[in-house]
């Protein structure tokens, strides 16, 4: 059995990563592996074992539960440091290329918690599991404070966009974050195994930074810098990120691409660290490089297997041939990584100077305004999707329709869905009469709930690169889910329920793309009601700490009611503020708040007229704009 004393491990390491404000260093023995993150006055370390291992820790210490997640041991000496256990310690089967295979809690043989020192050791680690450990070293007081109060907004849950699971406090930051990489927090299919993720990395990013502008702790700040130096460390020679969830082989997802150069551009906005611009540097120029010439412009692909077909056949899809467009035959046209690319490197773009990647963007501009302009074959699709709508109706509606419209709906269900994908290919389009607007063009699949994710991503896009067909597109997807009942839909979905944080997201930045329409703001508000319905958590956009959509010094606090029960999403910014506020409790709550950055005075946008005494209905929603 090895012994480790913990108090020892948090010495000197061998560098990996040294930037301005923060560094990870690393070490190895053999059969112990460990990463050190390093700031002013906190340490946490991740440890990898591989055989029986008795952790000691010097010093009269005493357990109690932390209120951000986990567990604190305390001094008895008040000048002693302050040691965080965020998670409970996990064996882990990984394979070569750093995938979890498997997961389980290990066997816990002696805990001593004794007045001169604490000892702690683990039964057996099967050959090839390892344990997995995380701990945090403390020596400012006002850090453990910041954990042991935690204000309703900081433990209200927030939508992770790659998982499509919930984070809760910061302790959840560590459900992630694995011996220093971000992954999922699921099993991904088709090899139920756990990726890594950029996503939840920007994801999580957000949510730190718009809780820590909300309430002014330095943890999150701390947290942040984890995740940056995660995203560094885990970036290849050329740029990119890599992934293997479709494949044996590290394919790359250029989506995860996409949201590593935003957290990448978001952390460059608050400190010009040479090391960030590099990476960013090079993870814009690997994203520009994954395009195809399509429709006089350029397309971007969606993931490494799209770049010939013999790689593309090692993927889990049925797809078909086909040169719509003028594109490869192994593009699978897919719309919504086109427009992240996109805006992504539009960003970089405006964020630096670089000139030399728009016509690369200006070239994918016309590309998307020719694929989203095709309406070929209006006699065939204008039927054929007037009965498709009928299987996006929430089941009491369906239920309630004539027999004959039944019928239509399971033909519709039964022959006509699993064909479309050879009508596309024949008259290919991907803007559909009545508003819906379909993923990609060659694949067997049929993914409605991505409308909301294309949603996202048209508001995204035009916020940045406005066109007329663009905002067209926009206002028939909103009308197009007001009337087919399809967000009802999605919520009684086991699968498809994720949607609702996707279509949360989007109505965040319709809404900041039309600041005047409240018949969005409406749906945002039965939005954030379905969400807290599913116990999902808000999109972290809300928070009103996305730079993509307001630039951090135009940024305005999110304001933090007292009731838990009370949900925010912060429209405006300094200049404008906007807040909504939405009651998801079962009864009213009288509004008062721990702190609100300016006066705001209230209109009723749903449920009702304004209550006496500030209080606010259960499921109403009131706006607040600058009194």
């Not at 498997?102 to 680690?125: K, N, T």
């Not at 009965?387 to 006509?416: G, N």
């Not at 997201?505 to 749906?523: Q, S």
Request: hydrophobic share 45%; proline share 5%; glycine share 6%.
């Amino acid at each position: 059995m090895t012994n480790f004393d913990l108090c020892s491990l948090f010495s000197d390491s061998k560098p990996l990563l040294d930037m301005t404000e923060c560094r990870r260093g690393l070490f190895d023995s053999g059969n112990v592996q460990g990463l050190l993150d390093s700031f002013h006055d906190a340490r946490c370390l991740f440890l990898r074992v591989t055989e029986l291992a008795r952790f000691s820790l010097s010093g009269g210490y005493r357990l109690v539960r932390c209120v951000a997640g986990g567990w604190l041991f305390l001094g008895r000496d008040v000048t002693a440091p302050t040691y965080w256990l965020p998670v409970a310690a996990n064996l882990r089967r990984l394979d070569e290329q750093g995938h979890i295979l498997e997961e389980r809690a290990p066997e816990l043989e002696v805990f001593d918690l004794g007045v001169s020192g604490v000892s702690i050791s683990f039964g057996s680690i099967p050959n090839p599991w390892t344990l997995d450990a995380v701990i945090w070293r403390l020596e400012d007081a006002a850090l453990v404070d910041e954990l042991q109060g935690c204000a309703p907004i900081e433990t209200q849950g927030y939508f992770l966009l790659g998982s499509h699971t919930r984070y809760g406090r910061p302790a959840d930051v560590y459900r992630h974050l694995v011996h220093g990489w971000v992954y999922e927090d699921r099993y991904a299919w088709p090899f139920k195994r756990r990726i890594c993720s950029e996503n939840d990395a920007h994801a999580l990013h957000l949510i730190m930074t718009g809780l820590q502008r909300s309430t002014g702790k330095r943890i999150y700040g701390l947290l942040k810098a984890q995740l940056l130096l995660s995203l560094l460390t885990r970036q290849s020679p050329d740029g990119g990120w890599r992934h293997g969830e479709w494949t044996q082989d590290m394919e790359a997802h250029y989506r995860l691409n996409t949201s590593a150069l935003h957290l990448l551009m978001d952390a460059w906005s608050e400190s010009h660290d040479p090391v960030i611009g590099t990476a960013m540097q090079l993870a814009a120029e690997f994203l520009a490089d994954q395009r195809d010439p399509v429709a006089g412009g350029a397309w971007f692909l969606h993931d490494e297997l799209e770049h010939d077909i013999l790689r593309l056949n090692k993927g889990p899809f049925r797809w078909l041939k086909s040169r719509a467009f003028g594109k490869a035959e192994s593009n699978m046209l897919v719309l919504n990584t086109q427009l992240d690319i996109t805006v992504a490197l539009d960003r970089f773009r405006e964020l630096t100077g670089d000139v030399r990647l728009a016509d690369h963007v200006h070239a994918a501009c016309l590309a998307t305004r020719e694929v989203l302009a095709a309406r070929p074959a209006e006699w065939l699709y204008r039927p054929l999707f007037k009965v498709i709508t009928l299987t996006m109706l929430p089941t009491a509606q369906a239920a309630a329709l004539p027999l004959s419209l039944r019928a239509l709906k399971r033909l519709a269900w039964k022959y006509l869905i699993p064909r479309l994908p050879d009508i596309k290919v024949r008259f290919p389009r991907l803007v559909m009469p009545g508003g819906y607007v379909d993923r990609e063009l060659c694949v067997r699949t049929w993914a409605h709930h991505y409308l909301s994710i294309n949603l996202m991503d048209l508001a995204r896009h035009q916020r940045r690169l406005p066109d007329a067909a663009t905002d067209q597109v926009i206002h028939d997807v909103l009308r197009f889910a007001a009337a087919s009942g399809i967000v009802l839909r999605w919520k009684e979905l086991k699968y498809e329920k994720y949607a609702l944080g996707f279509w949360a997201e989007a109505l965040y930045h319709v809404c900041r793309l039309y600041p005047d329409n409240l018949d969005y703001r409406r749906l945002l508000a039965q939005a954030m009601l379905h969400l807290a319905d599913l116990a999902l958590g808000l999109p972290p956009s809300l928070l009103g700490a996305n730079d993509e959509a307001v630039p951090a010094d135009r940024q305005m606090a999110c304001p933090t009611p007292s009731e838990p029960g009370i949900l925010v999403a912060n429209l405006g910014d300094a200049g404008r503020p906007e807040v909504l506020l939405v009651n998801c409790g079962p009864q009213s709550s009288l509004l008062t708040w721990i702190a609100v950055p300016c006066k705001l005075g209230w209109r009723p946008l749903m449920g009702g007229e304004l209550a006496q005494a500030d209080t606010i209905a259960s499921h109403a929603a009131w706006l607040g704009t600058a009194a």
